[in-house]
């Protein structure tokens, strides 16, 4: 009785220990991954799976191997929505790999090198803090684990009720997982091998994958021989090399671990690791419980890229028009500013946009259009178009996002809002429909069907009145910025200040100052009481440049603004003789943020 107590006390003990890593790793994914980045992925995750609810949903799944933990694994992610209940599932699921992971471990080798399975959980905290979700992958592999262990837990002497058991759990394995499965039989290969010696059972598990593989395909899913060896390749066939060796990392690390502590033990090393309180180790006996924090903590200092957690935040926070969180996130770390459109809206909605956009990074582009190709330029660009009034353009972007990222809840409540802007209820509907099965937008969406049954014209909503007020009806053909796209939005409402703010600057950006000199008596239209610091300085410079004085209509340029240019000019062109090499680190340490720095260095966002 007393050695079957410590035996139990034994079992329970190691699992215990690696809970108080693990709700450090639960917390770091929390606050400092922020989860519900990834869910939104920025334009930068392509591979973020979708959920909806419903049988027409849940039977795509069913047509392929694999399709059972895809399902699982795409309702289990949306929990990321919410930044802390995405940080337990995460957590959770990195757990179970590692206490799977572990028992393997121990059931091959008969040690239990517990630091070494922590590598699991750290690659994947790794990658999560660089952005890429694998939580589908991860889910697959935590499917094959638990059958490789069921397997070996239940595993018989005799050979064919073994075999009978392997072929039974295979079966469940490549349905439920597909291209884990290879894994799984790999796992139960090596456990006969090394475990029990019996290599006629290790190579019937080899063997057995590509038939079970097969013939599951042939008579269950239809599927050609091509397409069935196809399924091993534990990656789709678009993903990139970077994500592939990540994914072959993943897959292949507890066999090559098993591997290589087998191989040690016929040196007769044993690197156990073990802890303290269980039995002694060549390995210090401290290393098994400070490796996992040491792991934890060398992939965070690593992987962890300010720019790139800055970007998905301001991204994040301009989809929930919280602005006042864009500018703070990005002014973080001034040194790591880039130009934005999202800071742009945020500037704009906050009143400080002629104030203060050259307080950050500029460009034309930084406008509307980022520097990416492809789906990933249209990313947020939606959101742009539909404050302007360009609804056309923006259900344009949308489609062109749905095409690279899937038919994500954000993009269907975009399409929904331009639907019944335009007046075309019956599509609005199909959006709406399609969000009422979504886990966290379905309140929203069935609101709105409410209303619509009430109102069919919407006739009450002031969003969609004030959108039908400014929305260009003329179709242009593409998305291609100039002066033309921003003055149709003026020609339909004259005051539309938002598209006179992004013309006005588009005129600073390209240096079209007698475009801009003519629009200024635009100002009037949108009860400006003083003239915006950006319009200041540009008037300043123009003047010097071309020793002219700009007819105001009675406005006048502040004292501070003219105090600055006279500042700038001593600067530039008296104590550096108008040497701009020369003049660049201390004018832009000062003003760094002045449209006429813009003007000399075609840069902004500079000042420290």
């Not at 301001?314 to 929930?320: C, E, F, K, P, R």
């Not at 539909?386 to 095409?403: Q, V």
């Not at 242009?476 to 006005?504: C, H, P, W």
Request: glycine share 6%; charged share 15%; with cysteine.
């Amino acid at each position: 009785m007393e050695h079957l107590s410590r035996k139990l006390a034994g079992c329970f003990a190691w699992p215990t220990v690696s809970l108080p890593f693990f709700f450090l790793y639960y917390i770091c994914l929390w606050k400092v991954v922020d989860l519900r980045l990834i869910y939104h992925g920025g334009g930068l995750i392509e591979n973020f799976p979708v959920f909806f609810r419903g049988w027409t949903f849940f039977q795509g799944f069913l047509c392929y191997a694999g399709g059972p933990v895809d399902y699982i694994s795409a309702f289990l992610s949306q929990f990321f929505y919410i930044g802390w209940a995405g940080a337990l599932v995460a957590a959770l699921q990195a757990w179970l790999l590692w206490l799977c992971a572990a028992l393997i471990m121990r059931t091959i080798n008969g040690w239990r090198p517990m630091w070494i399975c922590y590598l699991l959980p750290v690659f994947l905290l790794f990658l999560y803090i660089l952005c890429v979700c694998l939580f589908t992958s991860a889910m697959a592999l935590l499917t094959a684990f638990a059958f490789a262990y069921l397997y070996m837990r239940t595993a018989l002497k005799n050979t064919y009720a073994s075999i009978l058991i392997f072929l039974v759990l295979s079966l469940i394995v490549y349905v439920a997982a597909g291209p884990a499965y290879i894994l799984f039989a790999v796992l139960c290969a090596m456990y006969e091998l090394i475990a029990r010696r019996q290599l006629f059972r290790a190579l019937i598990c080899l063997t057995a994958a590509p038939i079970v593989s097969y013939l599951s395909d042939i008579l269950y899913f239809d599927s050609s021989i091509i397409e069935s060896f196809s399924r091993f390749r534990p990656f789709p066939f678009t993903a990139g090399h970077g994500l592939t060796i990540m994914i072959y990392a993943l897959f292949l690390f507890l066999p090559a671990a098993a591997a290589v502590f087998w191989f040690l033990g016929l040196l007769g090393i044993s690197p156990s690791g073990r802890f303290s309180f269980l039995t002694k180790g060549k390995v210090p006996k401290f290393a098994g419980l400070s490796m996992p924090f040491v792991l934890g903590i060398a992939a965070v200092c690593i992987s962890y890229n300010t720019r790139l957690h800055t970007m998905l935040e301001v991204d994040y926070y301009g989809s929930q028009k919280m602005w006042s969180k864009v500018i703070k996130a990005m002014n973080r770390n001034p040194q790591l500013k880039f130009p934005s459109k999202t800071v742009n809206r945020a500037l704009y909605h906050t009143g400080r946009f002629a104030e203060d956009m050259f307080s950050y990074p500029q460009s034309v582009e930084a406008l509307f259009m980022d520097r990416r190709t492809g789906g990933g330029a249209y990313w947020g660009l939606y959101d742009t178009f539909i404050d302007l009034g360009h609804i056309n353009l923006a259900e344009y972007s949308l489609f062109m996002c749905i095409e690279t990222y899937g038919e994500r809840p954000i993009f269907l409540k975009r399409l929904a809002i331009v639907s019944m802007v335009k007046g075309d209820i019956n599509a609005a509907k199909i959006y709406l429909n399609a969000l009422t099965k979504t886990m966290f937008d379905s309140q929203w969406a069935a609101d709105y069907l409410k209303r619509i049954e009430q109102d069919p014209t919407l006739s009450s909503d002031k969003d969609v009145r004030y959108l039908q007020g400014v929305m260009v009806e003329r179709d242009r053909g593409d998305v291609s910025i100039n002066t033309s796209m921003i003055g149709d939005l003026l020609d339909k409402n004259r005051q539309n200040k938002m598209a006179f703010e992004y013309l006005m600057a588009y005129y600073l950006l390209n240096g079209q100052f007698e475009a801009f000199e003519e629009n200024l008596k635009r100002l009037d239209d949108f009860g400006y009481k003083n003239i915006p610091r950006a319009f200041e300085e540009a008037i300043l410079y123009d003047n010097f440049m071309k020793k002219k004085q700009l007819d105001l209509h009675g406005r006048k340029i502040s004292a501070e603004s003219q105090q600055r240019f006279s500042g700038f000019l001593e600067m530039l062109l008296g104590r550096y003789k108008g040497n701009k090499n020369a003049a660049y680190v201390e004018l832009a340490k000062n003003y760094g943020d002045c449209y006429f720095f813009y003007c000399i260095y075609r840069q902004s966002g500079k000042k420290i």
